[in-house]
């Protein structure tokens, strides 16, 4: 196969499947609680602050898995009882809340940091030969770590008693607490849940990542981008719609440069709400 | 407390609420002994689902008290009391459609010999349907289903919004011989009904709500049949 073919096509793949694993967080946290985490981009962009960390301390790169979703679960957890919670049924005012609460994480990690980017130093170098194309061997890593990450919990989703309740508080709220599911806690623990993905996929993706306080914007905006193509039904919904927008953006990218790329998705989106602004795979 | 030592399970006095401004339900009271079941009677709109709903904490109350052998209830979240003891199965929306029929029934734990298989076993509708998608029942089914659900938890109060509504006959029969025995093995129902002659054959205890309140109540046997007819016309 032509190398640079092959080559394009890790990168979507790559693109997708790191994409999915911001997105999924985000996606448990709306079908449950209703509440468009607004702030999940942010979580983010402090795992990829963790990683460099980490590396100002002289300690090992995976340190960074840790302590990431030590600091996002505690933020998680404290924003849940005291900017979720109280607004649970009030879908625009916790928009509004989570937007601020974006501002203020970004804000807090500039006083910290400063504005500058960052740089995390690979924790992988060199690269690998597939197909007779030099791939860097850290994206391949992070590429098969993404996809186990997404398949592992899509599996365990489907399977597990505590994902069976969390799809019968989805679908009936109501019974749901009627039969004894916490439905409090269960919520508390699954927006802690989707803050921790996000902390992990900071961290998986600083080494590749301009750090610096803003990068949280570029996730939550994509990974709204694939809700509104993929609709919120599903996970199905979730993978083809990170997709639509993770393939189209580094195949436009690849033949033009990323402001096509990036404009090509913003017109996707555009139409999908036009158009179809279920998704492909409603919610029923 | 006093409720729990005349054998009162779950009693409610005052109970008032609804929906936003209005208010639906003012100033309903009740009382269920171990064994004992009482029915809610009333037409459509009355206000009875949401005397339900209001006693199992999916509404807050504006005033009253609930309590559940004796315990105030008052604040409790449902899942809250549901671990207390009291079970409830909802008019609407009774089973999870998305959810297989086995997993309706194995959500908080595995299926159990003694409780669910004489259930399973006297409705084979549902038996042969264990691995089918429950949004695939009919509204009698998942009825029937919520209904297996529920008597099959251990709680010691059962709450029932319509629980024969649109429920084979024979099915409803079968229905009425499983709480008889719920009320044997000392349990407290409180169900709300419109099928007058279900509410005859499983009754201890009658209220009969007009406009929200309460407009008659005593012990089954000594209302009879036309006073009850009186108040149910439309």
Redesign the interface.
């Known amino acids: 196969m032509d190398p640079i073919l092959t080559t394009n096509i890790l990168n979507v793949v790559y693109e997708v499947s790191t994409l999915a694993v911001v997105v999924l967080g985000l996606a448990v946290v709306f079908g449950l609680l209703n509440v468009m985490n607004l702030a999940h981009g942010e979580f983010v962009m402090i795992g990829a602050y963790c990683a460099f960390f980490v590396q100002t301390q002289d300690l090992p790169f995976l340190a960074a898995v840790p302590l990431a979703l030590l600091v996002c679960g505690f933020i998680g957890l404290v924003v849940e009882r005291i900017l979720v919670r109280p607004l649970y049924a009030r879908p625009f005012d916790t928009l509004l809340a989570t937007w601020g609460l974006s501002m203020l994480l970004r804000e807090a990690v500039e006083a910290i940091y400063g504005r500058g980017f960052r740089s995390v130093a690979t924790p992988l170098t060199g690269s690998v030969d597939v197909l007779g194309a030099g791939y860097p061997a850290y994206r391949l890593l992070l590429t098969a770590v993404s996809i186990a990450l997404v398949a592992g919990l899509v599996w365990w989703f489907v399977q597990s ?1 505590t994902g ?2 969390i ?2 508080v ?3 709220p ?11 806690a269960l919520a508390r623990n699954t927006f802690v849940f989707g803050c921790c993905l996000a902390a992990l996929a900071g961290v998986m993706l600083a080494p590749l990542l301009p750090v610096n306080p803003t990068l949280g914007l570029d996730f939550i905006l994509k990974s709204f981008f694939v809700l509104v193509v993929g609709g919120l039904g599903s996970l199905v919904g979730l993978i083809s719609g990170a997709g639509v927008i993770g393939g189209v953006e580094s195949v436009v990218s690849a033949v033009s440069d990323r402001t096509w790329g990036y404009s090509t998705v913003l017109v996707i989106a555009i139409l999908f709400l036009w158009l179809r602004p279920n998704g492909l795979f409603p919610r029923t | 407390m006093t409720g729990a030592a005349n054998g009162e399970v779950f009693s409610f006095a005052g109970v008032t609420g609804g929906y936003g401004a209005t208010t639906v339900v003012r100033g309903v009271h009740g009382a269920i002994a171990a064994g004992e079941a009482c029915c809610v009677l009333g037409r459509n709109g009355v206000g009875k689902t949401t005397l339900m709903r209001l006693l ?3 509404l807050l109350l504006r005033s009253g008290t609930v309590r559940l052998a004796g315990q105030p209830l008052d604040g409790l ?3 809250e ?3 207390l003891g009291l ?2 199965c ?1 008019q609407d ?7 297989s029929v086995r ?1 309706n029934l194995t ?2 734990g595995p299926i159990d010999a003694g409780r669910h298989a004489p259930l399973l076993a006297a409705f084979p509708v549902l038996e042969a349907r264990m691995a089918q998608s429950s949004g695939t029942l009919s509204g009698g089914e998942r009825k029937l289903l919520s209904f297996v ?1 529920g008597i099959a ?1 251990p709680g010691r109060l059962l709450l029932l919004d319509e629980p024969s509504e649109g429920v084979q006959q024979e099915n409803v029969e079968r229905m009425a011989g499983f709480l008889r025995e719920a009320k044997a093995a000392g349990r407290a129902l409180l169900v709300v009904e419109q099928n007058l002659a279900f509410a005859r054959d499983i009754a201890d205890r009658v209220i009969v709500m007009d406009r929200g309140e309460v407009v008659l109540a005593g012990s089954a046997a000594e209302i009879d049949e036309d006073t009850l007819a009186a108040h149910l016309q439309v």
């Open positions: 008693a069976r309740r799809r019968a989805v679908n009936n109501e019974l749901a607490g009627s039969v004894g599911i916490p439905v409090t | 199992t904490g999916h979240a449902p899942d009391r549901h671990r079970v409830y909802p929306r009774p089973v999870f459609d998305n959810l997993d959500l908080m659900r938890e």
